[in-house]
């Protein structure tokens, strides 16, 4: 994969973050401003590191019905969905943004993802009439949070006739899904992201269309910023080896809790009805005093103080988990992610240990230190159910 050819633009710094692999740009001089732009529809976002994966042959939806949590059945074309590919054992392994033309199954993933699910497909197929193949050469994405701003800089790729366009679902609540995080205030009904693939040859017209003022630009750091604050969990930087799904309240939107028979439904359903995920997702307001922006993979320190220290006793401190994205808002000021230990009380004062300083901060629950089981969502089945 070339470099992209928004770095020609003035001012583009390559991303030094989790996105740095393919040397786009971080940002353009203002990533605050970039933020605001970017939030307010006019502007577009490089995301050009992700790769593109399609599906073709008419028995494409079954059969990624059949290994998916999300229900492929029945999707109709230019209709986007999210979807998680588990392990037995329910751990995330990959996750998809799908869109069909009604010919082909076109998945976005992170880039560093589109091989390793390219060869794990392509070992599924079996006798069944499917053809899977990594256009990530041939095909990129673009990103905002309108479909002006991205009309403004180059057309949708149509390969069938069908503009491939995906609408990210985190900002509705489709039936069948399950929220831990409380509903009131929650920030993703401020999240309305559209990511549309394009001819990767396009890309060079995207900047001449920022060149000559029809669209704005943001960097990556500008997108992160939004996505942390909206609570929006991504594979690049929430998930490690051991993710459910519910630490990460990723069944609002990727899991279709009527659906049976995919690899991990059992987990999925345990924990669901146990109502007790082994970790969750929070997000911390993090104190700037001392400019100091923790990176992922800090540890997140609770300072535990007994009923009756000793005269001098310092607090016992314990890592009760680590950072996994972190940004500096344009409202919220440096604010991150973070996944911690479920039984962490959500009123414990918390510490970041980063570049040698301890950062204090404050938690706000995205899943609930008292997760309770999901009451109002059907069983799963064992076996049988739109399989």
């Not at 899991?255 to 911390?284: I, M, W």
């Not at 800090?298 to 310092?314: H, S, W, Y």
């Not at 996994?324 to 479920?342: D, F, N, Y």
């Amino acid at each position: 994969m070339t470099a992209s050819p928004f770095l020609s633009l003035p001012g583009a710094v390559p991303a030094d973050d989790v996105d740095e692999s393919t040397a786009g740009p971080g940002h353009y001089g203002n990533p605050i401003v970039e933020q605001r732009h970017l939030e307010r529809g006019t502007a577009i976002v490089d995301l050009s590191d992700r790769g593109v994966i399609t599906v073709a042959g008419p028995d494409r939806l079954s059969w990624l019905h059949s290994m998916a949590s999300q229900s492929f059945q029945g999707l109709r074309p230019g209709e986007g969905i999210e979807a998680l590919f588990l392990d037995a054992s329910g751990r995330i392994e990959h996750v998809v943004h799908a869109v069909d033309d009604g010919e082909t199954t076109w998945l976005i993933v992170e880039g560093a993802d589109a091989a390793p699910l390219a060869r794990f497909l392509d070992r599924m197929r079996f006798m069944l009439r499917v053809e899977v193949a990594d256009r990530s050469d041939e095909f990129a994405v673009l990103g905002a949070m309108s479909a002006s701003a991205l009309d403004a800089a180059v057309p949708a790729a149509s390969p069938s006739g069908l503009p491939l366009d995906w609408n990210d679902p985190w900002s509705t609540r489709a039936p069948g899904t399950h929220r831990y995080a409380r509903d009131a205030g929650h920030p993703a009904s401020d999240w309305h992201f559209i990511e549309r693939i394009v001819a990767r040859d396009a890309l060079a017209d995207a900047v001449a269309a920022v060149r000559a003022g029809r669209v704005e630009v943001a960097g990556s750091l500008a997108a992160e910023a939004l996505r942390i604050a909206a609570w929006r969990p991504r594979l690049a930087t929430e998930v490690d080896e051991k993710s459910l799904p519910h630490e990460l309240d990723w069944l609002q939107s990727a899991v279709d809790l009527g659906k049976g028979c995919y690899k991990g439904q059992e987990t999925v359903a345990k924990v669901l009805n146990l109502g007790r995920p082994p970790r969750r997702l929070v997000l911390l307001h993090l104190d700037g005093s001392d400019t100091v922006l923790p990176a992922p993979g800090d540890e997140v320190i609770g300072e535990k103080v007994r009923p009756e220290p000793l005269p001098g006793e310092a607090p016992e401190r314990r890592v009760v988990g680590h950072i996994t994205s972190s940004t500096m808002h344009h409202e919220l000021g440096p604010v991150a992610l973070a996944v911690i230990k479920r039984q962490v009380p959500a009123d414990l004062p918390l510490i970041v240990e980063s570049h040698g300083t301890d950062v204090a901060a404050a938690q706000v629950e995205i899943v609930p230190a008292d997760a309770t089981s999901a009451i109002d969502v059907p069983r799963l089945p064992r076996l049988g159910a739109r399989p």
